[in-house]
C-alpha cells in the first residue's frame, strides 16, 4: 500500500511539473508573440542621403507603435534595390528611380515617394569660392581645372571627392549637375557623412551632399547664380534634387503600408521632412519623371 501511495505522490509530481512547465511555455509565447516584443520586424537599406529621414520616421512610428522592430542602414541606393529586389530586406531606399539602375528589374519593385532632397556642390572653407559656373563646376569634376585660383579662389590644388558608385547622390549630381560627364578618377566614400567629414577637414577638397547634411562646417556652392534653395528646388530652378523613393518587391504586406502610410503623413512631412532639410512632396511645383522629363503640377 505504501508503495502504491508512493507511485502516486511521484506521479502527482510530475503531473504538476508538466503542467508548470506547459504554462511557462504559454507564458513564454505570450511574451514572444506580445506586440512589445516587436514582432513586426522591417529592414530598409539603400541610400545615406535618406537615411537621417527614415531613422526619424522610424524612431517616431516605433514609439506610436510598439509591435515593430524596424532597422535602418546604409549602403547606397544601388544597395538598397538590389536587396529588395532579391527579398533580402523589407524596403530599399533610393536617391534614383529604380529605372534609371542598370541591372535592376523596376518592373519588381513599387515606388513609394515619400520626400524629395536637394543636393549641391560643397567644398572646403579655404578654398575661398562661393560660386561657380555649371561648364567650371563640371571642369573641376573632369580634371580640367586644378587649382582653386583658376576660378576665382586661393592658390590651392583641388582635391575631388566622389561618392562611391552605386551611389544615388552621385547618380543624381553627374545626370544633372555635370550633364553626365564622367568624373575624374579620384577618392571615393561610401557614406553621406564620410564626405561631410573629409570635404570639412580638407582645404581644397570638393564633393556632393544631399542639403540635409549641409551645415556651418562646408561652403555650399551657387551655380550660374543660383543658390541651392528649397524655393529654387520647387520650380527646378536649381535642377540638382531627386525624390527619395522607398521601394517594396511588390506591392507591400499591411504591416509594411502602415510604416509606409506614416512616412508621407502630416506629421512627417511637417515635421523631420522639413526639419532635416528635405522637401515635402507636396510643396513641389514640378514633377520629374525616370526619363528626366519635368511638367509643371497644376
Avoid at 519593385?109 to 549641391?120: I, P, Q, S
Avoid at 551611389?167 to 550633364?179: I, N, V
Amino acid at each position: 500500500m505504501k508503495k502504491l501511495t508512493s507511485m502516486f505522490l511521484v506521479a502527482g509530481i510530475l503531473l504538476a511539473g508538466c503542467a508548470g512547465g506547459n504554462a511557462e511555455n504559454g507564458a513564454g509565447a505570450n511574451q514572444t508573440g506580445d506586440s512589445s516584443q516587436g514582432q513586426n520586424k522591417i529592414v530598409a537599406v539603400g541610400s545615406t542621403a535618406l537615411q537621417p529621414l527614415v531613422d526619424a520616421g522610424q524612431e517616431e512610428f516605433v514609439q506610436e507603435n510598439p509591435g515593430y522592430n524596424i532597422s535602418v542602414q546604409g549602403g547606397g541606393s544601388g544597395t538598397g534595390l538590389s536587396q529588395v529586389e532579391s527579398g533580402a530586406v523589407t524596403i530599399g531606399n533610393s536617391d534614383v528611380f529604380a529605372e534609371e539602375k542598370e541591372g535592376v528589374d523596376a518592373d519588381k519593385l513599387v515606388d513609394h515617394k515619400v520626400a524629395v532632397v536637394g543636393m549641391a556642390p560643397v567644398v572646403n572653407k579655404d578654398a575661398g569660392v562661393k560660386e561657380l559656373s555649371k561648364e567650371e563646376l563640371i571642369d573641376i569634376f573632369t580634371g580640367e581645372i586644378t587649382n582653386w585660383k583658376e576660378v576665382g579662389g586661393n592658390d590651392q590644388e583641388i582635391s575631388v571627392v566622389n561618392r562611391a558608385s552605386g551611389s544615388g547622390t552621385r547618380d543624381t549630381f553627374e545626370k544633372w549637375a555635370l550633364d553626365g560627364a564622367e568624373t575624374v578618377q579620384a577618392q571615393e566614400q561610401d557614406s553621406s557623412g564620410t564626405v561631410k567629414k573629409i570635404v570639412g577637414e580638407t582645404p581644397g577638397s570638393i564633393s556632393y551632399l544631399a542639403l540635409s547634411y549641409l551645415d556651418d562646417s562646408l561652403q555650399e556652392l551657387a551655380i550660374d547664380g543660383v543658390k541651392p534653395t528649397e524655393d529654387a528646388i520647387k520650380t527646378n530652378n536649381w535642377e540638382i534634387w531627386s525624390y527619395e523613393h522607398m521601394y517594396t518587391q511588390g506591392k507591400p504586406d499591411p504591416e509594411v503600408e502602415k510604416f509606409l502610410d506614416y512616412m508621407v503623413s502630416d506629421g512627417i512631412q511637417n515635421g523631420p521632412v522639413k526639419q532635416l532639410g528635405y522637401l515635402p512632396i507636396t510643396e513641389m511645383q514640378v514633377e520629374r519623371d525616370a526619363q528626366g522629363e519635368v511638367t509643371e503640377i497644376k
